[in-house]
């Protein structure tokens, strides 16, 4: 079954960096697009970055661009998030969520980033 | 960016009862190819949220029967026939037509 596992979530000051992993199984990584989705309480669910299958095209929320890139190694099938620049209300639950052809079909069980001093 | 806008936010249902909650975008989801983009999640307590219904319409693979989805353009439906106690949670409308998907603020189904 599909399982995908975050990590490299923890608390970082604002302005610093932190990268957060997701290792995929379970299914053919390389195949797929694939997405990071934050969820904090006061905002509920925002969608935050796509890669396709191919790393060739990319989109980001308006609230992440230029601060965040989303990469994958298709070798690992393993996704990544680089988060630059960490403001406050960064702070969330990561998911690192398989994309089907309309949807989000599998979730991670998340990792929380606090940015905070 | 598409704005989803869900109702009810609180949704306290008994048993056995049908429930229902409305989502309704800021534009039409309505592609070119007929499908309407519109995706139900459920996110059960300690959970991350799963998908329920894609293209306004189709369930995901091992969703209940007793989940469907309606609706086309900006308005449409989640409705669960018989409510069930597994079925509390917070329910998501998402928009897919196109990036940056939006979700809808969420509607917590709880148990009379």
């Known amino acids: 079954q599909v399982q995908l596992v975050e990590s490299g979530g923890g608390v970082v000051q604002p302005g610093r960096s932190l990268t957060l992993s997701c290792a995929a199984s379970?299914?053919?990584?390389?195949?797929?697009?694939m997405h990071w989705v934050r969820q904090t309480p006061g905002k509920g669910l925002e969608w935050v970055a796509v890669?396709?299958?191919?790393?060739?095209?990319?989109s980001y929320a308006d609230s992440v661009k230029g601060r965040f890139t989303i990469s994958r190694d298709n070798s690992k099938n393993a996704l990544y998030l680089h988060m630059n620049t960490l403001r406050p209300d960064d702070t969330a639950v990561y998911y690192c969520?398989?994309?089907?052809?309309?949807?989000?079909?599998?979730w991670g069980q998340g990792t929380l980033v606090t940015v905070s001093s | 960016e598409i704005v989803v806008t869900q109702s009810p936010l609180s949704l306290p249902v008994t048993p056995g009862e049908p429930a229902s909650i409305s989502c309704r975008s800021a534009r039409s989801l309505l592609h070119p190819n007929g499908h309407n983009y519109l995706d139900w999640y459920l996110q059960k307590p300690g959970q991350s949220p799963q998908l329920l219904i894609s293209l306004a319409s189709n369930r995901a693979s091992g969703v209940p029967g007793r989940f469907s989805g309606s609706g086309s353009g900006t308005d449409f439906t989640l409705e669960i026939s018989r409510v069930e106690a597994e079925d509390v949670g917070i329910y998501y409308c998402?928009?897919?037509?196109?990036?940056?998907?939006?979700f809808g603020q969420g509607t917590k189904l709880e148990i009379k």
């Open positions: 890669l396709s299958y191919d790393a060739t095209k990319s």
């Open positions: 998402m928009a897919a037509l196109q990036t940056p998907y939006t």
């Open positions: 969520v398989k994309g089907s052809s309309t949807s989000f079909d599998s």
């Open positions: 379970g299914f053919a990584f390389r195949s797929y697009g």
